[in-house]
C-alpha cells in the first residue's frame, strides 16, 4: 500500500485540512509555497493514516503533537514504524513549540532536510547549499 491512501484517510483529511488547530496553521505559515526550499503538503493521508505535514521529496513527516500523545505511544509507535516503512523519516514536536520557538522548529526542520538530502542526493535538486533554505535564529 506504499503511498496510497484510504478513502476514508482522504475524506478525513480534507476535514482537518478544514479545522486546522492554531499551532498547525502558525507553523504551516513557515513552511506553505516551498519557503523552506521544498513543498509541503499539510493533513497528507499516507495509507490509514494522516500526517501533519508531509514534505514528499525528500522524504519527511512533521508531526505537531498535543497532550493526547502521551496516553497513545503505541498507537504512535505504530504509525511512525508504517511511516518509516514507507521511506518517510518522522520529526515530532510539542503543539505548543511552534507558539514558543517557530524559528527554532523552522530550523530543525531545514536541518533534518539537509541531512536526508545530503544522504540521498536527488538529481532533480539543486547541488548543497543551493536547495534547502538556512533560517538564521534570532
Not at 479545522?19 to 490509514?48: A, C, I, N
Not at 514534505?55 to 504509525?79: M, N
Request: hydrophobic letters at 35%; one cysteine or more.
Amino acid at each position: 500500500m506504499q503511498n496510497q491512501s484510504s478513502p476514508n484517510a482522504q475524506r478525513n483529511a480534507r476535514a482537518l485540512r478544514r479545522e486546522m488547530t492554531d499551532s498547525e496553521r502558525k507553523l504551516w505559515s513557515g513552511l506553505r509555497s516551498e519557503q523552506l526550499g521544498v513543498k509541503f503538503r499539510r493533513q497528507h493521508p499516507l495509507g490509514s493514516y494522516i500526517a501533519d505535514f508531509a514534505c514528499l521529496d525528500p522524504k519527511l513527516i512533521v508531526e505537531l503533537d498535543g497532550s493526547q500523545h502521551q496516553a497513545q505511544a503505541d498507537y504512535d509507535a505504530r504509525r511512525d514504524a508504517f511511516l518509516r516503512a514507507q521511506g518517510f523519516d518522522v520529526l515530532r514536536f510539542g503543539s505548543n513549540d511552534p507558539f514558543v520557538n517557530l524559528e527554532g522548529v523552522l530550523q530543525a526542520i531545514v536541518d533534518r532536510l539537509a541531512e536526508l538530502t545530503a544522504a540521498c542526493p536527488h538529481p532533480d535538486l539543486p547541488p548543497e547549499g543551493e536547495g534547502v533554505q538556512s533560517r538564521s535564529l534570532p
